[in-house]
């Protein structure tokens, strides 16, 4: 198991879902999604990109046709003395009796399609709202 930073956060859902932490719904199990831990921004941005591989996850999972019963994935980075971020890597563990080539069929196809971690390699313009 890897060790996380400070920022680093687990995502787990049915039979990999954790004990504690933040619940979330989610349509493709009936216990939701729980994630921890999120008590700060940098946290929650790295819960960002683990919920959206996790839910992709099941998502992609059932077009496939490959049986899951659970997901977890974390998600963990750094940030320089600016605090701009110095990159985002995630890991995936899928809970499945189908073959191991499936699963890496499934992993591959999820790195390829999950949104969040798409919007953050392309870059993103933030910036605050004046009300205007």
Do not use: K
Request: proline fraction near 5%; charged fraction near 20%; hydrophobic fraction near 45%.
């Amino acid at each position: 198991m890897t060790t996380l930073s400070p920022f680093g956060v687990t995502a787990g859902a049915g039979s990999l879902r954790p004990v504690a932490g933040v619940t979330l719904p989610h349509t493709w199990t009936t216990d939701g999604i729980v994630g921890h831990p999120a008590s700060n921004g940098a946290q929650v941005l790295h819960l960002a990109v683990a919920v959206c591989v996790l839910d992709d996850t099941f998502r992609e999972a059932l077009e496939l046709g490959i049986e899951v019963t659970g997901v977890a994935a974390t998600a963990d980075g750094t940030f320089d003395d600016g605090w701009r971020s110095t990159g985002i890597v995630y890991t995936l563990t899928v809970d499945s009796p189908a073959a191991a080539d499936d699963i890496a069929r499934l992993v591959a196809r999820v790195d390829d399609v999950a949104e969040i971690p798409q919007a953050l390699r392309a870059g993103t313009d933030v910036r605050r709202s004046t009300g205007d």
